[in-house]
């Protein structure tokens, strides 16, 4: 079992910064990775960052350029600093792990995102215009 925390969340106007920040706590943490997904009130979940096994960060489209994530495996972080907040960045963040492949998939194709075993209970952000 693993258990994930998010905080960072809050809210703030467009153009700001938050930072987000993931904690997983559990039994065999070596064999998980973790992403960030969001999703927005009305809309599908989608994934936002991860950081592969080689220590390749990937991000949707949506958030590259805006949005860099940065973990510590040996403390079992993954942090996401979003800068350049747009009004359609509002969701809850989610924070979510499983083997790599897992979490790779959902990022890059949302159909994968409802076989991720493990999550957190989200944060919420919200930009305003």
């Known amino acids: 079992q693993v258990q994930l925390v998010e905080s960072g969340g809050g809210s703030v106007q467009t153009g700001g910064s938050l930072r987000l920040s993931c904690v997983a706590s559990?039994?065999?943490?070596?064999?998980?990775?973790m992403a960030w997904f969001r999703q927005a009130p009305g809309k599908e979940r989608e994934g936002v960052a991860t950081?592969?096994?080689?220590?390749?960060?990937l991000y949707s489209d949506s958030v590259k350029g805006r949005f860099t994530v940065s973990g510590d495996r040996t403390k079992n972080t993954l942090d996401l600093q979003m800068n350049s907040l747009k009004p359609e960045d509002t969701a809850m963040y989610y924070c979510?792990?499983?083997?790599?492949?897992?979490?790779?998939?959902?990022?890059?194709?949302?159909?994968?995102?409802?076989?991720?075993?493990?999550w957190g209970q989200g944060t919420q952000v919200t930009v305003s215009s």
């Open positions: 559990g039994n065999n943490l070596n064999i998980y990775y």
């Open positions: 979510a792990a499983d083997s790599e492949v897992a979490v790779v998939a959902g990022l890059k194709f949302p159909v994968f995102i409802s076989q991720i075993q493990y």
């Open positions: 950081i592969t096994r080689n220590g390749t960060a």
